[in-house]
């Protein structure tokens, strides 16, 4: 028997199928590494959700009820479908049966088509804790016989996303004309990205570092911004696309 599983609280919108799904160990994780793709995704009318699974609540600064606010503030700039906070423990993220099943009934609910996830190469525990715990939870979640609630379900794509270290990137996307609506809503953390230096990411100049790196990705495409994924599966493309 697995153990009781964790329900995702909605702090914004309301759960349905959703195109995008990305998962952020930590509130500000999302905006940081994909933020400009779900803002264009949202942009072209697309379902696009946020999971938190946890609350931020072991961070140098900010309050979990802060930060939710600050999430809700956050998904209306974006234009985001849902935001869940799935409650697992800050700090403690990983690749455990209960959690995975908990995730796995998360991914039930909303049915995401493509996952974003954070890049296992990447010096935060939770960081690389969530990359691992998604790979369970997407296998449990198409599982028949799995013990997890709602139908099962297929997530279509995995895609990883830039955290804290580099990336070999195999997919780009050009978000150069979201870059005002992307500041905007990493600004809306202001808990985490005013007052002083904390971390390499909590940080006032979190926007002109992360800038740095999208123009970097950029030129590879000789556009301004672009934000890298990585596919650890080949891409199937109709050649008309190319």
């Known amino acids: 028997m697995t153990a009781p599983v964790l329900t995702p609280r909605t702090v914004w919108g309301q759960p349905q199928p959703l195109d995008w799904l990305c998962l952020a160990p930590h509130p500000d994780d999302a905006e940081i590494g994909a933020g400009g793709t779900l803002i264009r995704l949202a942009r072209a009318g697309k379902a696009v959700g946020i999971l938190e699974l946890t609350r931020g609540e072991m961070g140098t600064q900010g309050t979990p009820e802060e930060r939710e606010a600050e999430c809700v ?15 697992l ?20 609910l909303v049915r995401p088509r493509v996952l974003a996830v954070p890049h296992w190469r990447d010096r935060h525990p939770d960081h690389f804790g969530a990359y691992h715990l998604a790979r369970r939870a997407v296998h449990l979640a198409a599982l028949k016989k ?14 990883l996303y830039q955290g804290n270290a580099d990336v070999s990137a195999n997919v780009l996307v050009d978000v150069g004309s979201v870059m005002d609506d992307w500041e905007r809503a990493i600004q809306a953390h202001r808990s985490q990205f005013s007052g002083g230096y904390v971390s390499e990411t909590v940080t006032p100049e979190i926007i002109e ?8 990705w950029g030129t590879l495409l000789r556009v301004k911004y672009a934000e890298p994924f990585e596919s650890e599966e080949p891409l199937l493309l109709d050649p008309g696309d190319l």
Request: glycine letters at 14%.
């Open 73 to 87: 503030q956050a998904a209306g700039i974006m234009g985001l479908t849902w935001r869940g906070q799935l409650g």
């Open 209 to 216: 570092r992360r800038r740095g790196r999208l123009t970097y």
């Open 146 to 159: 799995a013990e997890v609630p709602g139908e099962p379900w297929r997530v279509g794509r995995t895609l």
């Open 89 to 108: 423990p800050d700090g403690a993220v990983a690749d455990t049966p209960a959690y995975a099943h908990a995730l796995a009934a998360a991914l039930r």
